[in-house]
């Protein structure tokens, strides 16, 4: 099955900035800020399709967490899939986002996640633009980001394949999907393009 897609993309977690896991100048990622990683991560799709149906102008978010020191780190997730998508594109979104075609995102994160705990269409309100980073998912959770971080160096994240990015220092990251319930201030995020294809 024929896939693709691209557009821009925007997370938050609960490491500080510049987030540990991503490369910053010459020194690569290695563990996160306090041994677990709880993050909101999010794609909004500029062009794309899976086997010929159109997934351009949708969005996903996918919340979830991890322990450095759980052998291999797994991830457990809950994804929100568009909710203005029929439900074949609904499928296509899950498909492609959780790594379950193969392809980009089985590779860079894919493989790694263990258990999806949630999934389920939502409205989702992404605003992906310098100065006024924004993730909000129905009454689940808002994320918003305003300020640039000092880094040394380029800073890329692995989720969107090195990309160069921008890291952010968050103003809200605020989660209510249990088990996941967090709210935090002033730690760090990212914005990056993203090109996945399989």
């Not at 609960?14 to 100048?25: D, I, K, L, Q, T």
């Not at 880094?151 to 103003?171: H, L, N, R």
């Not at 967090?182 to 760090?188: A, F, H, P, S, V």
Request: hydrophobic share 30%; charged share 30%; proline share 4%.
């Amino acid at each position: 099955m024929a896939w693709e897609v691209r557009g821009s993309y925007y997370e938050a977690c609960n490491c500080e900035a510049v987030c540990p896991c991503r490369r910053e100048g010459e020194r690569r990622g290695g563990p996160s800020t306090y041994d677990t990683c709880d993050f909101v991560l999010s794609w909004e799709i500029d062009e794309g399709h899976v086997d010929g149906r159109h997934l351009s102008g949708l969005s996903v978010v996918m919340v979830g967490s991890y322990s450095d020191d759980e052998r291999g780190s797994p991830w457990r997730v809950a994804l929100f899939v568009d909710e203005s998508a029929d439900e074949d594109r609904q499928k296509d979104l899950a498909a492609v986002f959780l790594g379950r075609l193969g392809g980009d995102t089985h590779r860079l994160y894919g493989r790694a996640i263990e258990e999806v705990t949630t999934l389920r269409p939502a409205t989702i309100r992404l605003v992906h633009e310098r100065g006024r980073w924004r993730i909000g998912v129905d009454t689940f959770v808002e994320v918003r980001s305003t300020v640039e971080a000092d880094s040394d160096g380029p800073v890329t994240c692995g989720i969107s394949d090195y990309a160069p990015g921008t890291e952010m220092i968050s103003d809200v990251l605020t989660v209510a999907v249990p088990p996941y319930e967090w709210n935090l201030r002033e730690r760090c995020s990212f914005e990056s393009s993203f090109t996945y294809q399989g």
